[in-house]
DNA sequence: CCTAATTTGTAGCCTTGTCTACACTTTGCC
DNA sequence: GGCAAAGTGTAGACAAGGCTACAAATTAGG
């Protein structure tokens, strides 16, 4: 029964195949979202304290040890940090290239932010999951905007 | 070796229990953005079309039948969705709200981006991912900035 | 130097989110 | 009305990301 044809209000959705590929998008960023926190966060404590040990990376990430760890191998598998027992985590050059470009985005999400108005604590705080998401295009007309307000 | 007394550059790190709250906070975001997907298009498919099933919503999604399934039931799990075997899905009241909560965030989003500049298309790509991640607070931001532009 | 505290590593275990493969209903069409 | 196609559901596998508990190594004090 029911939509005998299918003539109805139908306001405008995307194509199936468009919706896909955003909704894939997103699902890609979230994936690679951890690792990126991982090495702006590996980055930050070699650059303060000479060192970046996993307890360290743990308590500021707000997980155990035993999942920073983990994570950290994952960090190896991919080529982005290299580190001996006991002797803490270090980037690789891609890794440490990863990070600088991870923390300018981030800067630039940020600025972005508070430039529209939104408290600065709150941008940050926002900042943190929103970085991952946005694209190149995106980071340009950011900078733009900020160039010229 | 190495740092005998800590007294480098340190360029302003946040505290550490600030800093893994941020870091908690977008971790939650990401572990509700797929209920808020999932609610979101299957309300549109209902508005438009009259009528969700599980095929359309994983089509939409880009992901097989089967995961699209397994997520529907855990909406159902978590109250937001109900459906009977072979008869296509539906929101429960509180669903529907999420929907319609979400709906306008991801508009508000979207809007943001492209008033500072953002491509439409790219905005509505990015703000797939992003409206997770805005808080409330940003998003009045975000209005008053669009209000008042 | 020895011992105790800290750090690091490892070993399960759980949940989510993804897939493929197979079985069962329902639908559509001749 | 019956058969093929399409849709739906279930089962089993995997990877990621989280946890706790325990074991081993290192570091720090006395
Ligand atoms: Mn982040
Ligand atoms: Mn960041
Ligand atoms: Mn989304
Ligand atoms: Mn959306």
Known sequence: MAAKMERVAKPQMPTEA????????AR??????LLEDYVELISDLLASSGEARPTDVARRFGVSHATAIKTIARL??????????YRGVF???????????????HRLVVDLLVAVGVP??????????IEHHVSDVA?????????RR
Chains 1, 2 share one sequence.
């Open 76 to 85: 190896k598998r991919e080529g982005l940090a290299t580190s001996k027992p």
């Open 120 to 129: 600065p604590d709150c941008a940050e705080a926002d900042a943190e999951g």
């Open 139 to 147: 980071l340009d007309a950011f900078r733009h905007f900020l160039a």
């Open 18 to 25: 468009a919706q896909a590929h955003r909704f894939g998008k």
């Open 28 to 33: 890609t960023a979230q994936s690679t979202a």
């Open 91 to 105: 980037l690789t050059q891609e890794g440490e290239a990863l990070a600088e470009r991870v923390r300018a985005r």
